[in-house]
């Protein structure tokens, strides 16, 4: 779909009135989905335990599981922030503040980084806040070659969602910055506070050793997952990005954010987040009805799926080519 054909197929507010069926949440479906969420990962977690009795061998395919329906507990506290999930802002911050210990991120701090990449994702001239560090080739260029390797170790796919995933959930959340605000501070105290309680509860009952050997692996995995999964969200072949002067919401929101189309087992465990065109477009709209407003609406006829086997192509693209229009990797420079 080209650029110019978004706003004239629905005019300057006529999406609005499109999604409007789809957004915020329906209580049922919202409680619906924590438990058949929720209840099979605390039931995965008695069998961990039992199976280390056995062999790690067993619990190593447990483990497996367990990460994905945590990603899938990580979607529901993404819903909540949004606003999207329940009809109350009191019970999403409740249902966030406790889906947050247990995916090891404070919901307040990271929900207003998430918000600022909604308003800037795309942005060439707001960087740096929610996204993934992307230069220009010119940028690259002017770089002294000890900042060049410096970014080329933060894009190495190797380094990213090998160490850097699950150093960002388990070590970089668990510290504030003078920049946070009182309310972030908060955020990531309580996290903490939550994380160590429940910790020494499971160290006391199941054992240090135990607990170690399944809340390690299951967070390394699933933060993984969701860092890859947050990375194709915006870099992709076909992404559009552009400078403040040219940057339009509604355009961004399709150009600029991927559909992922995953094989029915991962779209459920990823919560429907592939739809990720669909949220951008509206963040109202709660993850199990992102597929149907995907399905039911011309808007989104024309967008160019990418697919599982497709993602790992994108992962060669680290720099943005103004001139040309599109991500390409170091290679081009």
Known sequence: MAAKN???ETGETGWVKVIAPYRNGDNKRSWWQIANTLIPYILLWVAMVFSLKYSYWITIPLIILASGFLVRLFIIFHDCGHGSFFESKRLSEFVGYAFGILTFTPYHHWHQAHL??????????????????TMTVDEYKALPPKKQFYYRMYRNAWIMFGIGASGMFLIS????????????????????????????????????????LIQIPVMYLAS??????????????????????????????????????????????????????????????????????????NLFKSVVPITLVRSFKMLKLKLWDEKAGKLVGFDAV
């Open 224 to 297: 993984t997952a969701g860092v890859y999964l947050f990375y194709l969200q915006h870099q992709f072949d076909r992404v559009h990005w552009y400078r403040d002067s040219e940057w339009d919401f509604k355009t961004i929101a399709i150009m600029g954010s991927s559909f992922f189309k995953l094989p029915k087992v991962l779209q459920w465990f990823s919560g429907n987040i592939g739809f990720h065109h669909v949220h951008h477009l509206s963040s109202k709209i709660p993850n199990y009805r992102l597929e149907k407003c995907h399905l039911e609406t």
């Open 173 to 212: 959340n668990r510290f504030t910055r003078k920049s946070y605000s009182r309310k972030e501070k908060i955020s990531v105290y309580i996290t903490n506070f939550g994380i160590a309680v429940l910790a020494a509860v499971l160290c006391l009952t199941i054992g240090w050793k135990a607990y170690l």
């Open 6 to 8: 978004i706003k004239s």
């Open 116 to 133: 600022t990449h909604h308003r800037t994702v795309g942005n060439l001239d707001k960087r740096g806040i929610g996204d993934v560090w």
